[in-house]
């Protein structure tokens, strides 16, 4: 069974995907509140603003998403970028002289540092494995990738992306053939730590196929020093100041159902 992520989907499909949420929030928030003042009801009156609140964060941040993927998409294509440490160039440091400087940081690690005139990514391919085991054929696909945005006014934004995809074929015990597969994505603010060994054969014998030994830690130091280093301050990407704003919404929202119960007890709401 393949579990499909919005995480996977493109920039812009998540832009869409939130403005037209919002849409649909605002429309529901529209019928809501013209029934709050038909009816009177202090419920609808409370809920109301809140699906307004909702709505308005996804018509914001997807606004926003949509911005940086049509900056991102004429930014130009990825190039890989020459290490070049920019320490002690006066502050603040020109794009490039950043991007050189985060490559230096990461120069003789497993990881990869490319950029465009829009953004740096640096890239984590932690696993990229197709093996046989005792009961299947597996296949196993993991990249972790942090990437520099500009923010404006001094400030750059980071966006964390993890996707692991695996896939299996084999015998279940039966006579009969089984398949299966997941992916799995996230993004924005993205803090894992993953520690995963798997044996099996290849064309290159039997033994460890896949080490996995990450921390988002390791990704996310030398690229936050990089940037203070610029004279640079980093902000939260759209992804993460949305996600945030709205389990605030939802934890103010706990409260409520307790108070409109209380409130129909005492007969402050009727029905």
């Not at 202090?42 to 603003?49: L, R, Y």
């Not at 696993?127 to 400030?155: I, K």
């Not at 730590?193 to 921390?215: H, L, M, N, P, Y």
């Amino acid at each position: 069974m393949m579990i499909w992520n919005l995480a996977n989907a493109s920039p812009t499909t998540r832009a869409a995907f939130l403005i037209g949420f919002g849409v649909f929030m605002s429309a529901a928030a529209i019928i809501v509140l013209i029934f709050a003042g038909i009816t009177g009801s202090v419920a609808m009156w409370i809920v109301g603003p809140l699906i307004v609140i909702v709505a308005a964060t996804m018509l914001i941040y997807g606004s926003i998403m949509l911005r940086d993927a049509i900056r991102i998409k004429h930014g130009g294509d990825l190039l890989p970028v020459v290490p070049r440490a920019a320490t002690g160039a006066p502050q603040p440091w020109s794009w490039q002289q950043l991007a050189g400087d985060i490559a230096a940081r990461f120069e003789g690690t497993p990881y990869t540092v490319s950029a465009s005139d829009a953004r740096i990514r640096v890239t984590a391919d932690l696993a990229d494995a197709a093996f046989l085991t005792p009961a299947a054929l597996r296949t196993m696909r993991f990249v972790y990738t942090t990437e520099v945005l500009p923010g404006g006014n001094g400030r750059v934004r980071l966006n964390d992306s993890a996707v692991q995809v695996e896939s299996g074929v084999g015998a279940d015990g039966t006579p009969r053939l089984f398949a299966a597969g997941s992916a799995r994505g996230s993004s924005g603010r993205v803090m894992q730590r993953t520690r995963r060994i798997e044996f099996g054969a290849d064309a290159q014998g039997i033994g460890k196929k896949v080490d996995i030994d990450f921390s988002s830690g390791d990704v996310r130091g030398p690229i936050t020093a990089a940037v203070q280093a610029a004279g640079l301050r980093t902000k939260m990407s759209p992804n993460a100041k949305g996600a945030l704003i709205v389990a605030c919404i939802a934890l103010l929202a706990v409260p409520l159902v307790p108070l409109m119960l209380w409130l129909k007890s005492i007969g402050v709401i009727s029905g």
